[in-house]
């Protein structure tokens, strides 16, 4: 059969650039071949406590607090009610009255001198008195009170009146603890914390990147009281020295990052911090050289690394999607992953670790 030249030449073309083609797409494919890894790690908890030193501005100041508490265990009881009154003898003669008189105020309630009292003519005496009963209702305001038993006539010549009301119907009865000691001395030591720290955030109120942390040192305690006293009030003074210091919580936070990332095991890798973890207190201190030691907690996450020797890309290689699963779900600590090969029809892993990719979030 004849072909032309033409045709010859024609024919020569069609295959040469076919054979190009398919190199062409052979290169682009062998350009793009690859396969991704794609991993999900499980999250693991890590925390770190240690101390920090750090340059910076120590005040002391010292300060006091007293105040009056009463007993936890506090009882209330009836009892005689107590109180004054006036003695008026209008008679022409002296009027002794003995001890438990009888004093009888507008009401009926009956209550009698403590002590005896001789009155002279014309004149007045001061004098206690004591409820006949116990009880609240014994508790009255300034009355005039006859005293029955003297004669009627003489009734109206002598008398005696209150200006103060009678107390003491109701008596509070209480035995101290320790445990109220303890709270008494607690309650003013939060209470001068509380007021410090208020006026050195006035003070430092310009200082938006730093926080004011403080040490709280006793230097006296007076409680009036004892554990198993009995008493219905007692009085505590607490006297404190106050040491402040201005914290930069952002030096301590890049302080506590980089202790958490030497705590991670190796071949993991620090995945996230929780910045409202971060906890410190104010430990120590050096006035010379203006300096404060605290300790320093904070926690954080951390997840497998792709340097990990189960995740290195030697461990991929010309391997089937099957076989690469395999490996990875024998992987504790991977939560999920995904595979992906391209191109789509990619029957193993490449044999180059150029051509695998690893990621892990």
Do not use: C, W
Not at 120 to 128: A, D, I, L, Q, Y
Not at 193 to 209: H, M, T
Not at 314 to 327: A, G, M, P, T, V
Request: hydrophobic share 40%; glycine share 4%.
């Amino acid at each position: 059969m004849f072909i032309s030249p033409q045709n010859k030449i024609i024919k020569f073309f069609v295959v040469a650039t076919i054979i190009l083609a398919v190199l062409f797409i052979f290169s682009l494919l062998s350009l793009f071949y690859k396969t991704t890894i794609n991993i999900i790690s499980k999250q693991k908890d890590a925390n770190v406590n240690f101390s920090a030193n750090l340059k910076t501005t120590i005040e002391t100041n010292t300060v006091s607090a007293k105040n009056n508490f009463t007993p936890s265990a506090l009882v209330t009881m009836e009892d005689f009610a107590i109180g004054e009154a006036v003695i008026t003898n209008r008679s022409k003669q002296n009027q002794t009255l003995v001890a438990s008189t009888r004093l009888l105020s507008p009401d009926g309630l009956l209550f009698r001198l403590i002590n005896k009292v001789i009155i002279p003519p014309g004149e007045k005496r001061r004098v206690n008195i004591r409820a006949d009963k116990t009880g609240q209702s014994y508790e009255i305001g300034p009355t005039k009170f006859t005293i029955p038993g003297l004669s009627s006539i003489l009734q109206t010549q002598v008398f005696a009146e209150s200006d103060k009301p009678t107390t003491g119907g109701l008596k509070k009865a209480g035995i101290v603890t320790k445990k109220d000691i303890d709270n008494s001395v607690e309650s003013l030591k939060n209470e001068l914390i509380q007021n410090s720290i208020k006026e050195l955030e006035k003070r430092y109120a310009d200082q938006d990147n730093l926080k004011i942390s403080i040490k709280p040192e006793i230097i006296k305690e007076n409680v009036g009281a004892k554990a198993n006293e009995e008493k219905t009030e007692f009085t505590t003074e607490v006297i404190l020295k106050i040491v402040s210091t201005l914290v930069n919580e952002e030096k301590l936070l890049q302080l506590a990052q980089e202790k958490l990332e030497t705590n991670i095991p190796e071949g993991f890798q620090l995945h996230n911090i929780n910045k409202s973890s971060l906890a410190y207190r104010f430990k120590d201190y050096d006035t010379e050289n203006q300096s404060a030691t605290f300790d320093v907690y904070i926690n954080g996450q951390y997840i497998i690394s792709e340097k990990n020797p189960q995740l290195f890309k030697s461990n991929f290689l010309n391997l089937s999607r099957f076989q690469i699963k395999d490996r990875l779900q024998k992987i504790t600590d991977i939560e999920s992953f995904k595979i992906s090969m391209f191109p789509p029809l990619l029957v193993h892993s490449p044999k180059n670790e150029s051509r695998i990719e690893i990621k892990v979030k």
